[in-house]
C-alpha cells in the first residue's frame, strides 16, 4: 500500500519527502506587499500561452507541467531570494512552491492565484516579455525587456533604449508597433541577428539618436558612428563607450573580425551595463571595471561557450550577468560554474 501511495503522489509531481508543507501562502494583499520588495523574484508557473495573456508584472515564465522545470528553476532562480509562485488558481503554484522548497528555496504561494489577484483588483500587463528592474546611484530605475536573442529593450528616466532591435527571428517575432519610438538605438553589427533596417524604421523618430559602428553606418547612410575605444556622453548622466568584439579562435575569426565591431558600455546615472556583442572571452574584458550588469553571449562556433563565458564574467566581474544570444547552447550549466565568484546569473529568454 506504501508504495501504491508513493506512486500515486509522483504522479502529481509530489513526493514523500515533500507532504509536508515547505512553503508558505499568503493573500493577494500579503502577496503585493512581499513583490514589492527587491529580493523577491516573481514566478509564474502557468503554460507560455497563459503567459502572454496577461501576468504580474516583471514575472518571470517557468512552466511547472514541464519536465525540466526544475532545472530551468535552478539555473534561473537564485538561492538567496524569495520566490513568491503563482498560477491561475494556485494548484499548480502550489505543486511549484512544494518543489522548490525540497531544493532549499524560501517559496511563497499566491492563494487562488492571478484570479484571486485580479478580483482582489490589481493590475495585470500584457507585456509578453521577462523584465528585470534595477537601481541607479540615485535611485532611478532601470528596466531591461528580454525580447529575443540579443534584442534588449531597456526604459530608463522616462527613456526607450533599444539594442540590435530585429523583427523576427526564427518562428519569434516582434512587434515593435506595440513599444514606444526609441530614443536612443544601439547596433553592434551587420549580421541579420543584431541589424534590421525594418526594425530600426519602425522605432525611428525624429529625435531618435543611432550609434553604431562604420559598417552599419556605411549601410543605412546615417547614424553616429563609433569605433573601439570611442566615448560619448549622449545626454546628462548617459554615457557610452565602444568596446572590442571579436573572435579569436582560428576558425571563426571570419565571423567577427578583431576592429570591426562594437561592444557597448552604458553608463546610466552611475549603473555600468556591459553588452559585449559578438565575442569570444577576449583579453581587452580585463580592463572592464566597476561593472553592474553584463550581457555575455554564449552560441558557438559565433560567439562564446560556456566554459568561456565563464571565464568572460570572472575578468569583468560584472555583480549580475544574463547570458545572451545563446541559440539552442545549453546555458543552464553556467550558473553552477559561477557559483563561488560571486557573480549572479540571470538567464531569460535570449534565445
Known sequence: MKKIITCLLATFGITNACCQQNYENTDPEGFAKLIAQSDVVILDVRTAEEFNE??????????VKQSDFMQK??????????????????????????ALGAEGYRAVNLLGGILAWKEAG????????EVDVFKTKSGKTVKFHALVHASIRMEYDGKEIE??????????????????????IFVTHEHRDHFDQGAIKQLTAENTMLITNKRCGDML????????GDLLQIADGFTVEAVPAYNTTEA????????????????????????????????????????DIAFLPCNQPFTMTPEQLVKAAKMVKPKV???????????????ELLKDDGIEVRIRHYE
Open 122 to 129: 490589481h493590475q495585470v500587463t500584457a507585456d509578453n516579455y
Open 321 to 335: 550577468v544574463f547570458p545572451y544570444h545563446y541559440g539552442q547552447t545549453n546555458v543552464s550549466v553556467i550558473p
Open 163 to 184: 539594442i540590435d532591435p530585429v523583427l523576427k527571428l526564427g518562428e519569434r517575432e516582434i512587434d515593435y508597433t506595440t513599444m514606444p519610438k526609441a530614443d536612443y
Open 73 to 98: 528553476a535552478k539555473a534561473t532562480l537564485p538561492k538567496g531570494k524569495t520566490i513568491a509562485v503563482y498560477c491561475r488558481s494556485g494548484r499548480r503554484s502550489a505543486n511549484a512552491a512544494t
Open 252 to 291: 571563426n575569426k571570419q565571423f567577427h573580425p578583431k576592429g570591426r565591431d562594437n561592444g557597448f558600455i552604458l553608463t546610466v546615472d552611475g549603473l555600468r551595463i556591459y553588452i559585449a556583442g559578438d565575442t569570444e572571452d577576449i583579453p581587452e574584458m580585463a580592463a572592464i571595471k566597476d561593472i
Open 54 to 63: 496577461g501576468h504580474i508584472e516583471n514575472a518571470l515564465n517557468i512552466d
Open 221 to 228: 547612410g546615417y547614424g553616429r558612428v563609433m569605433a573601439n
